[in-house]
């Protein structure tokens, strides 16, 4: 089995920064892509940003300029470098990764912005 293991939630002030990470471990297995995405109650989820193999990125229109993603291959892991908070951006961020077959999703991280 596969787990997703996330960390760096929290409380932080309008401007602030936060850095979310992200390790998968358990089975050996094959990582094409990896992201986060995120959701509030009562909205659907909505993607914050992907990585690719190659380190190819894709953001979320609200996100850019202010987030950055990241990934360390040898250790499984991605990272979320999140920079000028905006009460907006509290959510739930989950982790994705995107294996051969399926995908895996983390537990999910609570964001919150205060203004």
């Known amino acids: 089995q596969v787990q997703l293991v996330e960390s760096g939630g929290g409380l932080v002030q309008a401007g602030g920064s936060l850095r979310l990470s992200c390790a998968a471990s358990g089975s050996r297995f094959s990582i094409n892509s990896m992201g986060w995405y995120r959701q509030t109650p009562g909205k659907q989820r909505e993607l914050v940003a992907v990585?690719?193999?190659?380190?190819?990125?894709n953001y979320g229109d609200s996100v850019k300029g202010r987030f950055t993603i990241s990934r360390d291959n040898a250790k499984n892991a991605v990272y979320l470098q999140m920079n000028s908070l905006k009460s907006e951006d509290t959510a739930v961020y989950y982790c994705?990764?995107?294996?051969?077959?399926?995908?895996?999703w983390g537990q999910g991280t609570q964001v919150t912005v205060s203004s």
């Open positions: 994705k990764v995107e294996g051969t077959w399926r995908a895996y």
């Open positions: 990585i690719r193999s190659g380190g190819s990125t």
